[in-house]
């Protein structure tokens, strides 16, 4: 249909590019690393079958510019005709490309076949013999930088015997332009360093010189050596377009500046003093100009140019709540400063209220759900501790934060009340792809000010309907932890791994523990035991556990369009000392946008449980032990739309068996009958700055049921019992 309909898209002797091969004679030249070189690809196919976004363009007229048909051409992709111009441009890249690999009489040819208005184009590479390098010389013109040179001629890429390749010819001179810019040679480019081949008669062999030139004044024709310089003054100075700048405290800036007076110039350290005072809250962006120092020609100037941000900021923010069919509303406010102390210090404040009509819960006179919380935020780009050194604090790129927070929720069933305080730090050190996290100390303290006593007789008071999970979370508690976690992305932590980008992958690991210094402190002074057996600080229980998740995630880049990306999470919790259940904010939940998409949040689990009272199946449906596994293709489809195929696996489950989660402790015989199965598709409005995500997610083996029926719903799928449509922002990881 989209051949028929693209002709009246084409003029007369036009053709429609519908397929390109690359072929090759040598086994050792993949076809694929060279499709980056041609300058005309065919209109794009959904999962390589059908050309959808071509046949929402042809849907429009050619003969009339309505705004229904610009809407259509916008959405879609216009027929791809063939250039016979681009198709030698791109023979000619190719041939290139192989002849920079040492196959130094290698041929392209393309070749093209015709049918009705469609055409495919055929480009077929005959690479010859490949030349390799017999013998290198090094010529180096100044003699000021043998010394620092042989230093890494260990190191080099170049080698008696290696393929004649141009590209690592260009590593070899980005390797030394490198190296002399770390010590100094400031002013040395890569132009400085050239390669003189001569192929030897009558073989594939190549002699090569490899020759590191002098600094030539082209005015005077004067040679002299390379200049190495040390940093002389450094200076700091505001945009002048920017009126009454915030300033900021000179002492911030220079521990945040890698650059010292003195030292030898580092381009690493001009790199990282740009990266360091640009993450600085109060920085909008920085500009240094290098400039030598007209007293003394050792040394060079930096002069570092700031550009402020608005140091106040008011955000408002408004939501729509949808939870199992009950609607509300939240709003928060939040007020920013980002220089409050003068030394980029950012200073936040943020109100939020929130509102839920609850229906279909019966004995409870109120029938609505009341919201509210403040937070106060403290950001130092310092590491805020005693006793550190001021060298120590130069190096360390850190964050301290402190934070305070009371939150209050006002349910039918009862009232909630949540005072947080906690000291934080967050570093990256100098490799941008590695970040660290330590909470220091994290204190939460929940209290219950009031339980409804229909909610109170059927779940906490009668020893025999008596529901351990529920009794422990709504008491009073003390949860005082430590943590550390530990991230890596090998393409930085901030760029994301996104729809189709590059090959890349994320590993994460946390550990935390809570509970061990009030244990200890409780024991030294032999402190209330309360009637559950715990021991008490100033009448409260305190939550002893300890906590260790693993997340790693790859993609794997198909093409321009297309890529494949996997996930592998595991989370284990385990209360101990002074406490038989982990506390309900720390357990774990499957199920929902990022998790097993077949099912909604908190349905699935723990085990092989089957929720059956929906008035408290939200704790219940909870555990100890996480497992998730996600395979998902991801594909552009047409306009600001992606796609996604995916298949999800995974479940929770407790570690101590708890009669009212039966079928839910975790078991090694039995595990792996209790993964939870589901796949289905994803539809993505990628908008650069932001994703929005909707998820449609069907369940294929479902453990909460033994009979093959319900228990293999991919062979009878009932879409009312299986289906879960999930609505999120960003990627699922």
């Known amino acids: 249909m989209c051949s028929c309909s693209s002709k009246k898209y084409l003029a007369e002797n036009e053709y429609l590019l519908d397929k390109v091969y690359i ?9 694929s690393q060279f499709s980056g070189y041609l300058r005309q690809q065919p209109n794009t196919r959904w999962v390589s079958l059908i050309k959808v976004p071509l046949g929402i363009y042809l849907m429009s007229s050619p003969k009339s510019n309505s705004k229904i048909n610009r809407f259509l051409r916008r ?3 216009a027929p791809v005709v063939y250039d016979t111009i681009m198709s030698e441009r791109s023979r000619l890249l190719i041939q290139d490309a192989v002849f920079n690999l040492g196959y130094l009489h290698a041929d392209v040819t393309c ?11 055929t480009y077929h590479i005959n690479p010859g013999q490949r030349y390799k390098i017999s013998d290198i010389d090094v010529i180096v013109q100044d003699t000021f930088i043998i010394s620092t040179l042989d230093s890494i001629k260990s190191s080099s890429l170049l080698y008696k015997g290696m393929p004649f390749d141009a590209n690592i010819l260009n590593q070899e001179r980005s390797r030394i332009t490198r190296h002399l810019s770390e010590n100094g040679y400031y002013y040395f480019n890569r132009d400085y360093i050239h390669f003189e081949a001569d192929t030897l008669k009558g073989s594939n062999n190549v002699s090569l010189k490899m020759i590191v030139g002098a600094d030539y ?7 002299h050596p390379h200049q190495k310089y040390k940093v002389g003054e450094i200076t700091y100075t505001y945009d002048t377009y920017v009126k009454s700048p915030v300033r900021i405290k000179e002492s911030t800036l220079v521990r945040h500046t890698s650059l010292k007076s003195g030292d030898t110039f580092k381009d690493s350290n001009l790199s990282d003093t740009y990266r360091r005072i640009n993450q600085l809250g109060a920085v909008a962006g920085t500009n240094i100009r290098i400039e030598k120092n007209p007293e003394d020609s050792s040394l060079i100037n930096a002069n570092i140019i700031i550009t402020p941000a608005r140091q106040h900021s008011i955000q408002l923010s408004l939501d729509g709540t949808n939870t199992s069919g009950d609607f509300g509303a939240a709003a928060s406010i939040t007020y920013q400063n980002r220089n409050i102390f003068h030394g980029s210090e950012v200073f936040s404040l943020k109100g939020r209220t929130a509102f839920e009509a609850i229906t279909g819960l019966e004995g409870y006179n109120d029938q609505n759900y009341f919201e509210y919380s403040l937070e106060a935020n403290l950001e130092f780009p310092d590491f805020i501790f005693p006793f550190l050194s001021k060298k120590f604090r130069r190096k360390a790129e850190a964050k301290t934060e402190f934070n305070l927070m009371f939150a209050s929720q006002d349910r039918p069933e009862f009232h909630r009340r949540v005072l947080t305080s906690s000291w934080k730090y967050k570093w990256n050190g100098k490799n941008p792809n590695r970040s660290h996290k330590l909470d220091l100390i994290d204190i939460n303290y929940v209290f219950m000010p009031w339980i409804s006593e229909t909610f109170y007789d059927a779940y906490i008071k009668d020893p025999e309907s008596r529901n351990a999970i529920i009794a422990y979370n709504y008491k009073n508690l003390f949860i005082v932890k430590m943590g550390y976690e530990y991230q890596y992305s090998s393409i930085g932590l901030a760029t994301p791994m996104g729809i189709y980008g590059r090959d890349a992958y994320r590993f994460r690991f946390a550990v935390e523990t809570a509970g061990n210094l009030f244990h200890g402190i409780c024991n030294a002074f032999n402190t209330k035991v309360n009637e559950d057996g715990q021991r008490t600080l100033f009448n409260i229980a305190y939550a002893q556990y300890a906590k260790l998740d693993f997340d790693i995630s790859k993609s794997i880049r198909f093409s321009d369009h297309t890529s494949l990306a996997m996930r592998f999470a595991l989370g284990i919790a385990y209360p101990y000392g002074n406490s038989d259940i982990l506390p309900y904010e720390k357990r774990y939940f499957a199920g929902g946008a990022n998790s097993v998409r077949g099912w909604s949040v908190r349905s699935l689990g723990p085990g092989s449980f089957l929720g059956t009272d929906g008035r408290v199946d939200f704790i219940n449906q909870t555990g100890d032990v996480k497992l998730d596994m996600s ?14 195929l995916f298949v999800d696996a995974g479940n929770i489950w407790t570690l101590r068996n708890y009669k009212d989660q039966p079928g839910g402790q975790f078991k090694w015989n039995t595990c792996w009958e209790q993964i939870a199965v589901s796949y289905g ?30 228990h293999y719903p991919i062979a009878n799928p009932n879409f009312k019992r299986d289906f879960a449509l999930h609505f999120a922002v960003g990627l699922p990881f």
């Not at 072929?23 to 076809?31: G, V």
């Not at 004044?217 to 040679?223: A, G, I, P, Q």
Request: glycine share 6%; no cysteine; aromatic share 10%.
């Open 631 to 644: 395979v998902e293709f991801r594909a552009h489809l047409f306009w600001k739309f992606d796609g996604a």
């Open 681 to 710: 598709l994803g539809l993505r409005l990628n908008l650069n700055y932001f994703l929005l995500r909707l998820d449609a997610g069907m369940k294929a083996i479902n453990p909460a049921y033994q009979d093959a029926k319900r």
């Open 217 to 223: 004044n082209s005015e005077n024709s004067v040679v």
């Open 23 to 31: 072929t090759s004679d040598s086994a050792n030249l993949s076809p």
């Open 75 to 77: 959405m879609g992709e």
């Open 111 to 121: 070749e093209r076949k015709n049918k009705r208005y469609k055409t495919q184009v």
